[in-house]
């Protein structure tokens, strides 16, 4: 062992260097396995709020007005639709949760499903983009980080064996 290094041991001849680091890749799992797990979760949400408003709510037809751009990594960007419809005399601008890789177009036509008591509270499905991706990503990112973790306490073990 090197002199240099502290004293910390998670056992008899492993040095601290390993379990930091492997505490510190195994933190990187779980955050991966929570995001996803939460996206998965939201979009759940979302999609049992959509239902309920499918159900109780007032369906019009609204116009995309603009694009909420999002940018990502690598110079990609996507992009939700923002309508304005009439809600019983007064007007509502919403974003709609739809993501697509092309901007929806200007002046389009939109359906919404709006709560009569908070307008604001709508769901748009404005032509193109899909709001699957975001409960189906949210799973894959999830089962990514299981994964990873796993991976990591095989790697883990090894290196302890090694020790």
Same mark, same amino acid.
């Given at each position: 062992?090197?002199?240099?290094?502290?004293?910390?041991?998670? $056992?008899?001849?492993?040095?601290?260097?390993?379990?930091?680091?492997?505490?510190?890749?195994?933190? @990187?799992? #779980? &955050?991966?396995?929570? $995001?996803?797990? !939460?996206?998965?979760?939201?979009? !759940?949400?979302?999609?049992?709020? &959509?239902? +309920?408003?499918?159900?109780?709510?007032?369906?019009?037809?609204?116009?995309?007005?603009? *694009? /909420?751009?999002?940018? %990502?990594?690598?110079?990609?960007?996507?992009?939700?639709?923002?309508? +304005?419809?009439?809600?019983?005399? /007064?007007?509502?601008?919403?974003?709609?949760?739809? @993501?697509? *890789? +092309?901007?929806?177009?200007? $002046?389009?036509?939109?359906?919404?499903?709006?709560?009569?008591?908070?307008?604001? /509270? &709508? %769901?748009? !499905?404005?032509?193109?983009?899909?709001?699957?991706? %975001?409960?189906?990503? $949210?799973?894959? #990112?999830?089962?990514?980080?299981?994964?990873?973790? #796993?991976?990591?306490?095989?790697?883990?073990?090894?290196?302890?064996?090694?020790?």
């Amino acid at each position: 062992m090197d002199p240099d290094l502290p004293a910390l041991d998670a $056992g008899p001849g492993v040095p601290a260097f390993f379990v930091v680091v492997f505490v510190l890749i195994a933190l @990187v799992g #779980v &955050a991966v396995v929570v $995001g996803g797990l !939460r996206s998965a979760l939201r979009a !759940r949400a979302r999609s049992a709020d &959509a239902a +309920r408003l499918g159900t109780a709510g007032v369906t019009t037809t609204g116009t995309v007005v603009d *694009n /909420r751009i999002t940018s %990502h990594h690598e110079h990609r960007m996507t992009f939700s639709p923002i309508v +304005r419809f009439d809600a019983g005399g /007064r007007e509502v601008v919403v974003v709609g949760e739809q @993501v697509w *890789n +092309r901007s929806f177009v200007t $002046g389009r036509a939109a359906q919404v499903v709006y709560d009569p008591a908070a307008p604001d /509270r &709508a %769901h748009v !499905r404005a032509e193109g983009g899909s709001v699957v991706g %975001h409960g189906v990503t $949210g799973v894959v #990112v999830a089962v990514f980080g299981v994964v990873f973790l #796993v991976v990591v306490a095989v790697m883990a073990r090894l290196a302890l064996s090694v020790f």
